[in-house]
């Protein structure tokens, strides 16, 4: 259970790559790198990527990779909208799910984790929120509002939540500027609610800040971005140079490409 091995990875200090997936050459991508690094993995879908998949295919297609490549992973909802696509999920066998109501007002927040929380319960999945302001892609990077450990601590408290995504100055999509974590924070916070914390926005985070992050409460560092980027920039290069019309002999140097990218993301998050 995905739960169980959380509590290891908190206890241990460590953390788990979890990884975007959109169609079957970027999941397939993830699984070789997983293979190759043999590592255990989380696949991540958010309701876009569901809805482009389909709730059933996406399931089967991510549990069928697994099996086949021989690899521990779990399959997670992130940013899940609504307490309906979480039980849909759940429904359809999903191991984790978050629920963000972080643009909400706390007190909403809460009444809506919690009811999330009960409801996995159910299900034995793990559960992860969101408190204070990751700008999402298309949102200003400007608007700050980080997590506060005190916030943390009555969120954790009151929703009886497994996992918790804080903002510590990370976002979704790519960085003009450097980031710049804020891992004093980061200490309060885990110092506080002792559970697993996520970092979202992990695409462009440099190394050592991951690492850093980890030392410091992180047990999940979310990649979507540049796993998105990396196959859609080396089809459109191929693309360009080639008339060919197979698609089984175009789409596999950009699943390499995935491969290798999450290859060295693999590497960071496991400190190889
Ligand atoms: P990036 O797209 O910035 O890598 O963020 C991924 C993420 O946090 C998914 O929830």
């Known amino acids: 259970m995905m739960k169980n091995k959380f509590e290891e990875i908190n206890n241990a200090n460590k953390a788990l790559l979890a990884t975007n997936f959109y169609n079957f050459e970027t999941l397939k991508g993830v699984l070789l790198a997983a293979k190759d690094q043999n590592s255990s993995i989380i696949l991540q879908m958010t309701k876009s990527s569901i809805d482009y998949l389909g709730l059933e295919n996406a399931v089967s297609m991510a549990k ?114 450097k980031p710049k974590l804020d891992f004093d924070r980061l200490k309060e916070i885990k110092e506080a609610v002792k559970i697993p914390l996520v970092l979202h926005g992990g695409s462009g985070v440099p190394v050592d800040d991951v690492r850093k992050a980890i030392k410091n409460g992180i047990c999940k560092v979310n990649v979507a971005t540049e796993i998105k980027n990396i196959f859609m920039q080396t089809l459109k290069k191929l693309l360009s140079d080639t008339d060919e019309i197979d698609l089984r002999k175009v789409f596999p140097p950009a699943t390499n490409a995935v491969k290798d990218l999450v290859v060295g993301k693999l590497r960071m998050v496991n400190n190889k």
Do not use: R
């Open 64 to 177: 069928t990779g697994l099996k086949y490549f021989g690899v521990e992973g779990w399959i997670h909802l992130d940013h899940g909208p609504n307490i309906d696509l979480v039980k849909a999920c759940l429904d359809a066998g999903f191991d984790s799910v978050m629920y963000d109501g972080s643009e909400l007002p706390l007190e909403q927040n809460i009444d809506n984790t919690k009811k999330v929380v009960a409801l996995a319960e159910k299900y034995g999945a793990n559960v992860e929120a969101e408190l204070g302001y990751i700008a999402k892609l298309g949102q200003a990077k400007d608007k700050v509002s980080y997590t506060s450990a005190e916030d943390a601590l009555l969120f954790v408290q009151e929703t009886g939540v497994d996992a918790l995504a804080v903002a510590i100055g990370t976002a979704h999509g790519f960085y003009k500027e």
